[in-house]
């Protein structure tokens, strides 16, 4: 059986808890069709305060609720308590131990890995997903594996410049769709969308929106290739931010939880989803 692709949105809600006049309000002919036959989770699990990319992208990663664990909702990166979470939990820590295969196809430039592993004080500046890869043994920018960058193209600070046509991105998503025939799972962190949220303000900043609505777009041409090619995919996010740029700061705004190919069963939050993820897998 193919793997399964697996395209890890940051801060983006779901387009029901979306105002008016939002980055979802365009025309998205293979996302958005997906998402709205998909499911809308919850992320806060019931803890006051603002869903953390920490706490929330661990609660992918492992099905465990890791908000509970720390007593609060807690990012961008894991600290201590979450690193030994992942290190012990995490799907490509658990795939890799079944003897599974996996890889993320994140592009790091060589800025990333002075950045990230020379931390005044040792602190550790990986997100979940690249510190959860690496807790598994697995190399970042792994060979044989198309590199996807997460920003699709756009540049990084405003005015957020664009490059590469919708069917870069499509081939690209192509790519990724035959790479995943010898893997069990390749990962995409997609976190430009919670950088892009928090350029939010109100009013909504007409240039942000233009950068968001670009940035789904690509999203939404490198799933088409991923689908035309026949790929299994599973789309989610992990809490809201872009979806409302009336606010500079995440929201707590649903989740999209969707896929092509898989079961997502019936869960109600990112800890059940979690637990889904894994159970394709036959992890326990």
Not at 104 to 114: C, G, M
Not at 215 to 244: I, K, T
Request: hydrophobic letters at 45%.
């Amino acid at each position: 059986m193919r793997g399964i692709v697996w395209l890890a949105l940051d801060g983006v809600g779901h387009p029901q808890d979306a105002p008016p006049g939002s980055v979802w309000e365009q025309e998205l002919p293979a996302l958005r069709p997906l998402v709205d036959a998909g499911l809308a989770l919850d992320a806060t699990l019931g803890v006051p305060g603002l869903p953390q990319s920490g706490t929330g992208q661990a609660c992918w990663l492992t099905g465990t609720d890791a908000v509970n664990l720390m007593g609060e909702h807690f990012g961008p990166q894991p600290g201590p308590t979450l690193q030994r979470l992942l290190s012990a939990q995490s799907l490509p820590v658990r795939l890799a131990r079944a003897g599974g295969r996996a890889a993320l196809a994140n592009h790091y430039v060589p800025a990333y890995f002075q950045a990230a592993f020379q931390a005044a004080g040792g602190r550790n500046r990986m997100g979940c997903f690249p510190f959860s890869f690496r807790a598994a043994g697995l190399p970042l920018n792994p060979p044989g594996v198309p590199l996807v960058g997460a920003t699709l193209g756009l540049g990084y600070a405003r005015p957020w410049p664009q490059e590469g046509s919708p069917e870069h991105w499509e081939r690209l998503g192509a790519a990724l769709a035959d790479a995943v025939a010898g893997h069990d799972l390749i990962t995409a962190d997609l976190w430009f969308g919670d950088l892009l949220g928090h350029a939010g303000a109100h009013p909504v900043p007409p240039d942000a929106l233009t950068a968001g609505r670009a940035y789904l777009r690509r999203v939404d041409a490198l799933l088409a290739g991923l689908l035309d090619a026949g790929a299994r995919v599973v789309v989610s996010s992990d809490h809201g931010n872009l979806e409302d740029l009336g606010v500079k700061g995440h929201t707590r705004a649903r989740v999209p939880f969707a896929g092509s190919g898989v079961n997502l069963g019936a869960p109600a939050n990112v800890v059940e989803a979690g637990q889904v993820l894994a159970g394709w897998f036959g992890l326990p």
